[in-house]
């Protein structure tokens, strides 16, 4: 299994930028696919974005295309999420988790996951 540990969450207000990031270590995997989700007090887990390891291919969630950018550095075994114009419905803890296949925005087709990281926007 691939350990991950995500970093970079914090308070911010509406509006403003933040980069989360998410270090694979273990059993790593040279395809597959890297995907961020999110979870709001109350709310289903939900997808955010999602790149392949070896491409590069880019998915997103509805709510956040044209403001967020999932990109990974393979050399880092590292994967992060460019946050721009934070609204506050964008609060939740924010998820990284791995799988060896294909790109899919179900949360239960990911095997590996981190602990997650606090994402706070007030308005």
């Known amino acids: 299994q691939v350990q991950l540990v995500e970093s970079g969450g914090g308070l911010v207000q509406a509006g403003d930028s933040l980069r989360v990031s998410c270090a694979a270590s273990?059993?790593?995997?040279?395809?597959?696919?890297m995907g961020w989700f999110r979870q709001a007090p109350g709310k289903e887990r939900e997808f955010v974005a999602a790149i392949t390891w070896m491409l590069g291919y880019t998915s997103y969630g509805d709510s956040v295309k044209g403001r967020f950018t999932i990109s990974r550095d393979r050399a880092k075994n590292t994967v992060y999420l460019q946050m721009n114009d934070l609204k506050p419905e964008d609060t939740a803890i924010y998820y990284c988790?791995?799988?060896?296949?294909?790109?899919?925005?179900?949360?239960?087709?990911?095997?590996?996951w981190g602990q997650g990281t606090q994402v706070t926007v007030s308005s």
């Open positions: 988790a791995a799988r060896p296949g294909g790109t899919t925005t179900m949360p239960h087709d990911y095997d590996s």
């Open positions: 273990g059993r790593t995997f040279s395809t597959g696919v």
